[in-house]
């Protein structure tokens, strides 16, 4: 497992962010790997990496499970999949003392959502096949890495040849923890002054489901067309 830091501490947007992703993952362009980026953000980040690999785009799509009354903190995540994968972050369970009538209701939530979303970006498109392939993992930034962590548990048990996980800026303690799911993980700033993912992008404006859908569709039209 590797973790590289770069002489860059910002981004100018998320395509910067992934050509330069790009540059550590070409040992990989021969690999057929496939490339699984976390919407929405990720998917812009991921196509970059997709492009210059020649590789198969598609999205992970996880949720986080807010706490009661404070939807933005994570006491949790959980993943699509026929068996959805959830990742709990016991000691804040424990702390607010959330009941379970309320962890069973927001993870219903939260797959009705992740259901609608795989709907939009997917289509009748099936999954994409991970068993046997080099799987690398996207997203535009780690902040907490509860979505992530759990994103590594549910591609651990479709059995990946080789699963990467390769993300522009993570604080350094929470990526070192990550980088023990995966056989190879590579973060390009690991700054010891971490407050938020957007802190290290000139340009980080929010990302829509219409610009994921583009791009979505235009990374299954190349692969059609023969290739990047």
């Not at 962890?103 to 219903?108: Q, S, V």
């Not at 957007?198 to 990374?219: C, N, R, S, T």
Request: hydrophobic share 40%; with cysteine; charged share 25%.
């Amino acid at each position: 497992m590797t973790a590289m830091n770069s002489s860059w501490d910002r981004f100018q947007n998320r395509q910067d962010a992934g050509r330069q992703l790009l540059r550590r993952l070409q040992a990989h362009s021969l690999q057929d790997p496939l490339i699984l980026a976390l919407p929405r953000g990720g998917v812009v980040v991921g196509f970059e990496i997709a492009v210059g690999l020649n590789a198969e785009l598609d999205v992970l799509i996880a949720r986080k499970l807010g706490a009661p009354g404070q939807p933005e903190l994570a006491i949790g995540a959980v993943i699509d999949g026929k068996n959805p994968e959830t990742i709990f972050n016991e000691s804040l369970l424990k702390a607010l003392h959330v009941p379970r009538t309320y962890l069973e209701e927001e993870i219903k939530n939260q797959l009705e959502e992740i259901d609608r979303r795989k709907e939009k970006y997917r289509g009748r498109h099936p999954d994409p096949r991970i068993a046997d392939r080099v799987v690398i993992l996207v997203d535009d930034g780690i902040a907490t890495g509860a979505t992530v962590k759990a994103a590594l548990a549910a591609l651990q048990r479709r059995k990946p040849a080789r699963l990467i996980l390769a993300v522009p800026v993570a604080p350094p303690d929470t990526f070192s923890a990550l980088s023990g799911e995966v056989d190879e993980a590579i973060c390009l700033v690991l700054p010891g002054d971490f407050q938020a993912v957007g802190q290290f992008y000139d340009d980080f404006h929010p990302v829509g489901d219409a610009e994921v859908i583009q791009l979505l569709e235009e990374a299954r039209r190349r692969n059609q067309d023969g290739g990047f």
